[in-house]
């Protein structure tokens, strides 16, 4: 069902919609982490720790 912008507004204004900005790039993020298949095996023994530490 299709909405206006006054629909959108009044909404908004009566708290009954919410807009969370960047929702759908932070799931995307997610997921591409979750499904990542990278190979690290050519890493360093370092840079494996670091990568381990930001995965953290």
Do not use: F
């Amino acid at each position: 069902m299709s909405k206006t912008d006054k629909d959108i507004n009044a909404l908004l204004r009566s708290k009954r919609l919410r807009i969370d900005e960047g929702r759908y790039s932070k799931t995307l993020s997610i997921l591409r982490v979750r499904h990542d298949s990278s190979d690290l095996s050519d890493l360093s023994e370092e840079e494996l720790r670091t990568v381990a530490w930001k995965k953290e």
